[in-house]
């Protein structure tokens, strides 16, 4: 046992007796027990924060036979390029002779867009939300089922362009929308020649 004692025992002054006093003690053994408790909890605690990260599909270096690529359908396309001013542009299908949209971040802009692309996908995984509840369905199958939905073939495919006026919370605004509408096929890729004189043209 853990402890700090302190003799307080007789002593002679002037060759008189002085009384015998209990030698005061501190036990150490609470002290021990509570670091081990405090190093317990943050051990605990430290364990549990996970950082949050976000998926993000980049442009590969790597040459791909043309056999092997994805084609997507133009009805499915959807080209995203994020201006100066906090604008967003899009437009559906080939860039060749596109016409091209302007639109806001705000939810009644480039969310109300997506949503009606993506009505189907986006309405079965508010309804697997709703059973997950009802039926305390566990995370395991929610996220099999949500992955199945999220990657339907007749879901749309965006393309994300920055232009150099864009700011980085603009990227982080149209990832942030891809998420809420559910959009899993998604795309951070560079302006081609093409999208860069569609833009020339929009004067971007």
Same mark, same amino acid.
């Given at each position: 046992?853990?402890?700090?004692?302190? #003799?307080?025992?007789?002593?002679?002054?002037?060759?008189?007796?002085?009384?015998?006093?209990?030698?005061?003690? !501190?036990?150490?053994?609470?002290?021990? =027990?509570?670091?081990?408790?405090?190093?317990?909890?943050?051990?605990?605690?430290?364990?549990?924060?996970?950082?949050?990260?976000?998926?993000?599909?980049?442009?590969?270096?790597?040459?791909? @036979?043309?056999?092997?690529?994805?084609?997507?359908?133009?009805?499915?396309?959807?080209?995203?390029?994020?201006?100066?001013?906090?604008? !967003?542009?899009?437009?559906?299908?080939?860039?060749?002779?596109?016409?091209?949209?302007? *639109?806001?971040?705000?939810? @009644?802009?480039?969310?109300?867009?997506?949503?009606?692309?993506?009505? #189907?996908?986006?309405?079965?995984?508010? #309804?697997?939300?709703?059973?997950?509840?009802? *039926?305390?369905?566990?995370?395991?199958?929610?996220?099999?089922?949500?992955?199945?939905?999220?990657?339907?073939?007749?879901?749309?495919?965006?393309?994300?362009?920055?232009?150099?006026?864009?700011?980085?919370?603009?990227?982080?605004?149209?990832? #942030?929308?891809?998420?809420?509408?559910?959009?899993?096929?998604?795309?951070?890729?560079?302006?081609? @020649?093409? =999208?860069?004189?569609?833009?020339? =043209?929009?004067?971007?």
């Amino acid at each position: 046992m853990a402890e700090i004692s302190q #003799d307080s025992g007789s002593h002679k002054k002037g060759g008189k007796k002085r009384s015998k006093k209990i030698p005061s003690r !501190v036990d150490m053994t609470p002290m021990v =027990d509570l670091g081990f408790l405090l190093i317990t909890f943050f051990m605990l605690a430290t364990s549990m924060i996970k950082p949050q990260t976000m998926e993000i599909a980049m442009p590969s270096n790597k040459k791909v @036979d043309e056999d092997q690529q994805t084609v997507a359908k133009a009805s499915q396309a959807i080209t995203l390029v994020l201006g100066k001013n906090n604008a !967003v542009f899009y437009y559906y299908g080939k860039s060749e002779g596109a016409k091209v949209l302007k *639109t806001t971040y705000a939810a @009644d802009g480039l969310r109300k867009m997506l949503l009606e692309k993506n009505f #189907d996908v986006a309405k079965q995984v508010e #309804d697997l939300k709703q059973e997950k509840v009802k *039926t305390k369905m566990s995370e395991e199958i929610y996220q099999k089922r949500l992955t199945e939905l999220r990657n339907n073939k007749n879901a749309p495919i965006v393309r994300i362009m920055a232009t150099d006026d864009a700011n980085y919370k603009n990227l982080v605004d149209a990832l #942030d929308e891809m998420n809420i509408c559910s959009i899993s096929r998604y795309a951070i890729v560079d302006l081609d @020649d093409i =999208d860069k004189a569609l833009i020339k =043209d929009m004067n971007i």
